[in-house]
C-alpha cells in the first residue's frame, strides 16, 4: 500500500476562493482524520469520520469549512470561501479502529500534507 | 480527555539515552498512553502505545508506574536523525481519537 496519498501537495490561491484538499485512506482502514497545523496552534484536530460518519467535527472552525467521506476510501476538505488566515499545513490520517471495544488501536497514519498558502 | 504536560524542548548528544517524561494525572481507567513523532515537513508517526508498565518496540521503550500519572519514553543511544518533535497522547480505551499537545523538541547534536 502506498500510504495515505494527499492532495494536492501545495496551494496556493486568492483569498475568497474555494480551496478542496483530498485524502486517499490506506484500504481497509475504517477511520479518517483532518487536522490542521500551524506555529502559532500546533496541530489541532478538525474532524474525524469512523465508517464514512462524522464522530466529532467540534474542531472544524466555522462553517467555512465542510468534510465529506464519498466512500470508504476517499475524502474531501473544503474550504468555501478561504481566508488568510486559513493558511496551514493540512494533514489527514487514516487508522483501523477495532469493533471490540476492549482493543485500542492508537496508530494513525499520516499523509504528507497540503501546504495551504491564502493570499 | 485527560490533559497531557511534557517539557517544551530537550537537548542531547549521538549515542546518549534520552528519556522525556509526559505527565497526565487525570488519566481514565480505561485510558492508553500512546507516543508520535514528527519530523519537519512530514505528518507525525506512531512510536509506541502501552497501557501499564513497560513495552518496548524495536525504536523505543515505554514506561509506566503503577499509579498512570506519567510515562516515560526512552530512546536509547540517539542519533542526528532522531531530532524531532515528540507527542504523548492520551486515548481513550476502545477509540482512536487522537488530541496532540504542544510536544517536546528533541535536538540532538554531535
Known amino acids: 500500500d502506498a500510504g495515505v496519498i494527499q492532495s494536492p501537495r501545495h496551494e496556493v490561491t486568492e483569498m475568497g476562493q474555494e480551496v478542496t484538499l483530498r485524502c486517499k485512506l490506506i484500504s481497509g482502514h475504517n477511520s479518517l482524520f483532518w487536522y490542521r497545523q500551524t506555529m502559532m496552534r500546533g496541530l489541532e484536530l478538525l474532524i474525524y469520520f469512523n465508517n464514512n460518519v462524522p464522530i466529532d467535527d467540534s474542531g472544524m472552525p466555522e462553517d467555512r469549512f465542510s468534510a465529506k467521506m464519498p466512500n470508504a476510501s476517499f475524502s474531501t476538505l473544503k474550504i468555501q470561501p478561504s481566508e488568510p488566515r486559513d493558511s496551514a499545513v493540512y494533514f489527514c490520517?487514516?487508522?483501523?479502529?477495532?469493533?471490540?471495544?476492549?482493543?485500542?488501536?492508537?496508530?494513525?497514519?499520516f499523509g504528507q500534507g497540503t501546504r495551504l498558502t491564502v493570499v | 480527555l485527560a490533559k497531557t504536560t511534557q517539557p517544551i524542548s530537550m537537548d542531547s548528544y549521538e549515542g546518549q539515552e534520552v528519556n522525556i517524561t509526559c505527565s497526565h494525572n487525570?488519566?481514565?481507567?480505561?485510558?492508553?498512553i500512546t507516543w508520535y513523532q514528527q519530523f519537519p515537513s512530514q505528518g507525525p508517526r506512531f512510536i509506541i502505545q502501552g497501557y501499564k508498565t513497560k513495552v518496548t518496540n524495536e525504536v523505543a521503550s515505554l514506561f509506566i508506574p503503577a499509579d498512570r500519572k506519567s510515562s516515560t519514553l526512552s530512546l536509547p543511544r540517539v542519533s542526528l536523525s532522531d531530532t524531532a518533535v515528540y507527542y504523548c497522547?492520551?486515548?481513550?480505551?476502545?477509540?482512536?481519537?487522537?488530541?496532540f499537545g504542544t510536544g517536546t523538541q528533541l535536538k540532538v547534536e554531535l
Open positions: 487525570n488519566i481514565a481507567t480505561n485510558d492508553y
Open positions: 497522547l492520551v486515548v481513550t480505551g476502545g477509540g482512536n481519537k487522537l488530541t
Open positions: 490520517a487514516s487508522s483501523f479502529r477495532p469493533k471490540g471495544t476492549g482493543d485500542t488501536n492508537t496508530e494513525a497514519f
